[in-house]
């Protein structure tokens, strides 16, 4: 029995990524507050899985709620958000949370989100248990979205990922990493990669953030990311792959100039954004040659979609831009 959610590849298809075939695995509806779930993370916990799930209430206010599953597809996520205590500072102001990530280093579980301080930037918070919840100092300046921690230190520095932007529905996006010493003060800002030139991969022309946290193999970082375009009907969000260096990841070593997965199901094509696929979580297992990533879906649902991690790397280094 898999270690993580898999269902086999349907026999009629051909790609690299298949979606499970009961999506959406979260209903907007699954709290009673909630309009919209959606970009969530979920990591390994206990003898199954938790979470930390965007959950937007019919006010649209934005904020982060923990949930817990068994088999990481059937969940139960808490009906009030996550209340912060004091980590490493004082400051914990916070308008409102959104698009979070999970990652276990070291001691203790790490969460990032979109924090909203003056406008948007990146918030950082641990926790050990999924019930005590402690707030440290924000990453960044405004503004600021998509961060990203690397699963472990990078010659000697924590790292993450970040897609610096401004204060509304950003026409652009880089992705930069960036280092510390202690999880509060970041420096050493270098660019990984921009979007790609239209005639190139024209999916991803227009902005690019990374999604889940990376994933170390032997052919360097599998970094899931988002690309998008803009189109006469808005904003397209697709997901794509990379490969980065294992000690230098602001070096991109390959790039998939296909999308692995864009918006094609009624539930990616409608709801409160339409035409959105976008991945915040992966669960892997090396053994089994297995990945499965989480997906917002339209900005209204979670989503899941299943892969063999070989044939995603094999697929990033023979398709790349």
């Known amino acids: 029995m898999s270690t993580i959610p898999w269902q086999d590849r349907p026999e009629n298809s051909k790609d690299v990524m298949w979606r499970y075939s009961e999506n959406p695995i979260i209903d907007r509806y699954s709290i009673p507050?909630?309009?919209?779930?959606?970009?969530?993370?979920?990591?390994?916990?206990?003898?199954?899985?938790?979470?930390?799930?965007?959950?937007?209430?019919?006010?649209?206010?934005?904020?982060?709620?923990?949930?817990?599953?068994?088999?990481?597809?059937?969940?139960?996520?808490?009906?009030?958000?996550?209340?912060?205590?004091?980590?490493?500072?004082?400051?914990?102001?916070?308008?409102?949370?959104y698009d979070p990530r999970v990652v276990w280093i070291e001691d203790r579980y790490w969460i990032t989100w979109c924090n909203g301080y003056n406008g948007p930037t990146i918030g950082i918070g641990y926790t050990f248990d999924f019930k005590e919840f402690f707030q440290c100092e924000n990453a960044f300046l405004p503004f600021n979205r998509n961060g990203v921690l690397f699963p472990q230190k990078i010659n000697g520095k924590y790292a993450m990922l970040s897609r610096p932007s401004d204060n509304g529905h950003t026409p652009f996006g880089d992705i930069w990493i960036s280092y510390s010493p202690d999880m509060k003060y970041w420096g050493e800002h270098r660019l990984v990669m921009k979007p790609s030139p239209f005639e190139q991969s024209a999916w991803q022309c227009t902005k690019v953030g990374a999604g889940p946290i990376p994933i170390l193999t032997d052919e360097g970082w599998l970094m899931i990311y988002h690309g998008v375009i803009n189109t006469c009907n808005g904003f397209r969000y697709a997901m794509g792959s990379a490969l980065l260096d294992v000690d230098s990841p602001d070096q991109v070593k390959y790039r998939t100039q296909p999308y692995l997965l864009g918006p094609a199901e009624t539930y990616e094509m409608v709801g409160d954004v339409p035409n959105v696929v976008f991945p915040c979580a992966a669960l892997h297992d090396?053994?089994?040659?297995?990945?499965?990533?989480?997906?917002?879906?339209?900005?209204?649902?979670?989503?899941?979609?299943?892969?063999?991690?070989?044939?995603?790397?094999?697929?990033?280094?023979?398709?790349?831009l």
């Open 33 to 97: 507050s909630s309009n919209s779930i959606f970009n969530s993370a979920v990591v390994p916990f206990g003898d199954g899985y938790a979470g930390v799930f965007r959950c937007d209430n019919k006010a649209v206010q934005m904020n982060i709620f923990a949930g817990f599953s068994k088999d990481g597809i059937n969940w139960d996520i808490n009906h009030e958000p996550i209340v912060m205590q004091s980590g490493n500072t004082e400051m914990i102001e916070s308008a409102y949370k």
């Open 286 to 320: 090396i053994e089994e040659d297995k990945l499965a990533v989480y997906y917002g879906a339209a900005d209204t649902h979670v989503a899941i979609a299943f892969g063999k991690l070989s044939e995603v790397i094999e697929f990033t280094k023979n398709n790349s």
